[in-house]
């Protein structure tokens, strides 16, 4: 403002010579405007530009301190809350106000390990699944660091110190430090060769076989073999350390080969099957919660639209001493949204207010989505999604990707839901204190996700997700633009008279050149009686 009121004081100097051509009558207002800012020293506008600068730079130090107390700028919040229904505005987000209580706050904070790698509950398998994406599209879907973790998990769950008493499970014990696939495979042969080994048939299920077919024929055959070892194992079980030791492993490699046996029968679409089979295994071996078998549980009986069961499960694993997941949140955050989606809008949401039911499932979505910030992109199909990896990281890209690759289909069936998701996730956001890592109703957010998922993840081909960052209002970055112009406008004025004169003269005569020559063409077609008229009007 300070500026244009600087180039109008050499504007009007070049207007005044215009006066012999259109008359006195026009541009006397004009002629007297020009003679006043003629009279204004450069010391003037200096003064005035320098207070421009200091009135811009204190609205921008309320605004950023009001951003940073409350996380949103208050002059947007004044346009948006007051102005915005003057002018006849409809606010077309659904209200994301929700008050959890202070009890439920403090109990589901949990103190547990900042960046602590999960395997995978439904991670593919590598011959079937991962190596036939490595065939098509010549990218490889799993990281080194992946892939070790999981030769660490092989050789913690089917290997025992008194495997050197067996031949076969020495050899395989040497097969799951083996880095090359191949001489992985060609040690389970030689294995076979001697007994029939459940782990060798397990190595050979997951990586040599390219179907689901026979990896499950494979996985059948791993079976006999394991429960014949587990019924001896439990035999002698009490009878000292390395027999403890043993039926350990024994217990952990009957209960990955039902598991994956399981798994197979969903792939294959004997979804009824895979569930019996996974309620049994659970029953069965219920102390072995590391495996988290009841997430591959709630999978499929969303596959079966079995909500009342998943909701039975919910019941059970959703504790408050337990630690969650982004299956279980936001499979409780779904079958909330099921009840209102099919008729929630967001425009009738703003007029009459959310119902109880309502208010439910955005809360859900809202506690979800604090979770785990990464899972709405993806279920909205807002980023690409690739092949889950065998590890993830809780909270983090790896674990959203895992959810989204399997649960998409399930919100998609649901009508509405994936509407109510794209309305409310985002308010999640509003609701966290500044700075979000404080958290709201979770314990906060590590700040060490991005890191770790860079090594789950290809970052090749794949841009790893970071949590969404509450992004600098207009009206902040606007006042802090005006600021830093003003100031700089008020230096070079104040250095530079002159040169900022032959500026604002030729920044004029560009800016009003349209109109000169709309003037003159006017001129040139109306009367010169008609025009006096008019300009005395």
């Known amino acids: 403002m300070i500026f244009m009121l600087y180039l109008l004081r050499v504007a009007f100097k070049v207007n005044d010579n215009l006066t012999t051509v259109s008359g006195p009558a026009m541009f006397g207002t004009e002629s007297s405007l020009s003679m006043f800012l003629n009279t204004l020293t450069p010391k003037f506008y200096v003064a005035l530009t320098g207070t421009s600068s200091l009135i811009s730079g204190l609205i921008l130090i309320f605004e950023w301190w009001y951003f940073r107390k409350y996380g949103t700028s208050f002059i947007e919040q004044v346009s948006v809350s007051h102005l915005r229904p003057l002018l006849g505005g409809v606010d077309n987000a659904s209200p994301s106000n929700s008050s959890p209580s202070n009890g439920d706050t403090d109990s589901s904070r949990q103190s547990v390990s900042e960046c602590k790698v999960w395997r995978n509950p439904l991670n593919l398998f590598r011959g079937a699944e991962y190596n036939r994406y490595t065939w098509v599209t010549g990218r490889e879907p799993l990281t080194y660091y992946d892939m070790n973790l999981s030769a660490q998990d092989h050789q913690t769950f089917f290997t025992c110190d008194s495997d050197h008493l067996r031949p076969a499970d020495a050899i395989m014990q040497k097969a799951w430090r083996e ?15 001697l007994e029939d080994c459940a782990t060798a048939y397990i190595l050979l299920a997951e990586e040599e076989a390219t179907t689901i077919v026979e990896a499950e024929k494979l996985f059948k055959q791993a079976l006999k073999a394991g429960e014949g070892c587990y019924r001896r194992s439990q035999q002698l079980q009490h009878h000292g350390a390395q027999y403890e030791a043993q039926h350990r492993r024994d217990t952990n490699v009957l209960v990955y080969i039902k598991r994956r046996l399981a ?16 309620r049994d295994l659970m029953k069965e071996f219920p102390l072995l919660s590391m495996f988290n078998i009841h997430e591959n549980l709630l999978e499929s009986l969303l596959e079966l639209q079995a909500y009342a069961d998943v909701q039975a499960v919910l019941a059970k694993y959703d504790d408050i001493s337990l630690p969650k997941s982004a299956t279980i949140c936001y499979t409780a955050a779904l079958l909330k949204a099921r009840g209102v989606s099919d ?34 992109k993806y279920l909205l199909e807002m980023k690409s999604l690739i092949l889950p990896p ?40 509003r609701m966290i204190p500044y700075p979000l890592e404080k958290g709201h109703l979770f314990y906060p957010y590590p700040i060490c996700t991005e890191t770790a998922d860079r090594e789950l993840l290809p970052t090749v081909f794949h841009e790893v997700s970071v949590y969404p960052k509450k992004e600098l209002p207009f009206f902040i970055l606007f006042t802090a633009g005006l600021c830093s112009f003003t100031a700089m406008l008020a230096l070079l004025t104040h250095q530079f008279p002159e040169l900022m004169g032959v500026f604002a003269k030729a920044f004029l005569s ?3 050149a349209p109109l000169n020559f709309i003037m003159e063409k006017v001129e040139s ?13």
């Open 179 to 193: 880095r090359n696939p191949q001489a992985r495979v060609s040690a389970a042969h030689e294995a076979l060769e």
């Open 263 to 278: 798994m197979c029968s969903r792939k294959l679409g004997r979804t009824r099957e895979a569930v019996k089979m996974m």
């Open 343 to 376: 008729k929630f809008s967001p425009e009738a949401a703003s007029r009459r207010g959310l119902s109880t039911a309502e208010m439910n499932a955005v809360e859900a979505i809202h506690r979800a989505v604090e979770f785990n910030p990464h899972v709405p």
């Open 390 to 429: 065998e590890h993830i990281l809780k909270r983090g890209d790896s674990e959203a990707i895992a959810y989204a690759f399997f649960h998409l289909q399930h919100w998609k069936r649901v009508e509405g839901a994936l509407n109510l998701l794209h309305c409310t996730w985002e308010g999640t956001f």
């Open 510 to 512: 560009t800016l009003f």
């Open 525 to 537: 077609i109306l009367p010169s009686s008609l025009w006096h008229q008019l300009t005395r009007i």
